[in-house]
DNA sequence: ATAACTTCCTAAAACGTTTCACACGCTCGC
DNA sequence: GCGAGCGTGTGAAACGTTTTAGGAAGTTAT
């Protein structure tokens, strides 16, 4: 009942062990009335592979792992949705793996990983440091893909989206709209996303106004609350001095600003515009739909999948890449004067 | 480099291969200088326990499987969540699989899970029929728990939230702030939570509510495009009919509600109060903060985890159990006429 | 001095699969 | 009629671990 082996099948079908693993594995070099009775067989004591010994006389699984930053964020959900149509494709199992922004448990996670034999790993790492967690998957010759961190390092492929890009975009947007103070919301400039994102929209107004101004209103974190407390920051400026758009390094903090300036009774974006960051479900169900910036979530998550599993096929012959994505601005009502 | 085994650490530590596996796994009975020879070769080699060879012999796995319905819904994210804390803590993996609301995927992914020896799945199926994927599952011996799921059957535990104690909760509150004509919106039917949720609102009004009237208005899905369709239509009905309060099937639904509303020029909540379901991070984000009713997602999780290793002790002896949670209101502005 | 215990270690078997070398019986082509 | 080649099947080895029975010393009790 509970554990059926390829020798009780064997022995059932009337025929030798190795037999039975070629109609498993290459069934066209067995006979097929041979074939028939050992499927029978199969069938008839519910026989199921056991993976383990498999993948012990193999010396590898077909399984590749994921190791996101925080389960519950719809960017890592997108990009493991993503990841998963390439994985499954290719005839492998995705596990997902939870770091929750913990080195240990990254640490603990890619131990049991490497105990697997897992055939490969996609990681947002924690921290932007050194990385020495994955240096012992590359010891072993386990291929790293790094997802939505730039790589310095030519040792290992990467995906990312170009943020200072994305800066730019919202930046571009907001003076063609003829916004002349404008302001940055977000922090804390230690995450890359946060700086590259201020750094973008800077260039676009170094190139393109002249005339206009961008004031930096930090934030502690990326949270709609925090998004809140800037706003009411801004409205104790003297109003001539108080930016006619803002800019926000995500959604979260776009809907915190959005909903503070509404409850003050001020209006979106007549009074003041606003463009977020990510595109996240809900910025087109806010109660002015927000313009945001556009990752390709699924798509990032596809390309490092399909990095990661030409990496194992190719071995030693495999060339690192550094894929970079572009956003794309979602314009909606927040920032639109029409 | 690649991969040491533990022959060639015993030939490394001049001990026999036992005395290794010893080491591992039973460090007291080795003598502490040889311990410590072999932790130098272990280190020296950088040996890492083969999993799949000792899964083989042991016969079990010790991951346990967690298959939801959608990894990007933050409803499975958050009970993925309570779940993987009581499985890591017990020295074993959670595996994430997503079926997408595929009855073929599901299949696939246990038939995936079964040929890997799982000690255990925990899953919301697809569908509310008759459930033959997991049959496969039972006949091998494989514990099931069923999540967010009651189940009629004795074979399996359960873990669920009260929907009809929700849905009654919600509409006791309105009841309590005064209205009298309220609405009930969500679909379709079918799905066991929406007909549970407005049992519940309509047992409420029976035992309180003598002279109020629930009127419900069908939607097609739970998404915010369908609230706000509802919401068009409740805008059709001459004012003095038009309902003071709806109460939500989901917080989808409850926010496309609440946009039209207030984009129609509708105060919310002196003109109508809104009550949603799930209590999911944007209801507390949103324009109006969202009442809502809050289901412990995290315990569900942890709950179902705990009942699955439990049944994975005991064996033939465990009884199965069937756990329901109690729903809780969370009172925000959009429903409270202070 | 011997038996009975400990303590520490070894050798070998087993888990279930895949693969490799080979054997058997045919049919061809010459 | 004979080697070559093909199609089909067999048997054994190997993957790396855990476990079990037991052996070789050393210690204690008699």
């Known amino acids: 009942m509970s554990a059926a082996s390829i020798k009780e099948v064997a022995r059932h079908a009337g025929v030798s062990l190795g037999t039975v693993s070629n109609v498993l594995n290459r069934p066209n070099n067995v006979a097929p009335a041979t074939r028939q009775r050992v499927l029978d067989a199969i069938a008839e004591l519910g026989y199921v592979r056991n993976d383990s010994a498999r993948q012990l006389r193999a010396g590898q699984s077909r399984t590749i792992a994921i190791v996101v930053l925080d389960v519950a964020n719809p960017f890592f959900t997108d990009v493991v949705r993503g990841a998963e149509q390439v994985v499954e494709e290719a005839g492998a199992m995705l596990v997902v793996c939870n770091s929750g922004e913990d080195s240990a448990r990254e640490r603990r996670h890619l131990e049991l990983l490497e105990e697997q034999r897992v055939r490969g790993v996609l990681i947002t790492p924690v921290g932007h440091g050194r990385q020495p967690n994955l240096g012992r998957l590359h010891n072993r ?165 399909q990095l990661l599993l030409e990496e194992a096929e190719a071995g030693e012959s495999h060339r690192h890449r550094h894929v970079v994505f572009q956003p794309e601005l979602v314009v909606r009502r927040s920032s639109d004067r029409r």
């Open 141 to 305: 010759g386990i291929p790293v893909v790094l997802v939505d961190r730039g790589s310095g390092r030519a040792s290992r492929c990467s995906v990312a989206v170009d943020d200072v890009l994305g800066g730019r975009l919202a930046m571009e947007h907001l003076l063609d709209q003829g916004h002349r103070r404008i302001a940055y919301l977000g922090g804390p400039f230690s995450i890359p996303q946060v700086a590259d994102r201020h750094a973008g929209a800077a260039a676009a107004l170094a190139e393109r106004g002249p005339a206009a101004e961008l004031r930096v209103a930090p934030t502690t974190n990326l949270t709609v609350a925090a998004g809140r407390r800037a706003a009411e920051e801004l409205l104790t400026l003297p109003v001539r001095q108080r930016p006619s758009a803002v800019f926000c390094a995500n959604d979260l903090i776009a809907l915190g600003v959005l909903q503070e300036l509404t409850g003050r009774g001020l209006r979106v974006p007549d009074d003041v515009a606003i463009v977020g960051y990510d595109d996240i479900e809900f910025a087109d169900a806010a109660a002015v739909p927000l313009s945001s910036v556009r990752q390709p979530r699924e798509q990032l998550g596809r390309t490092a999948a």
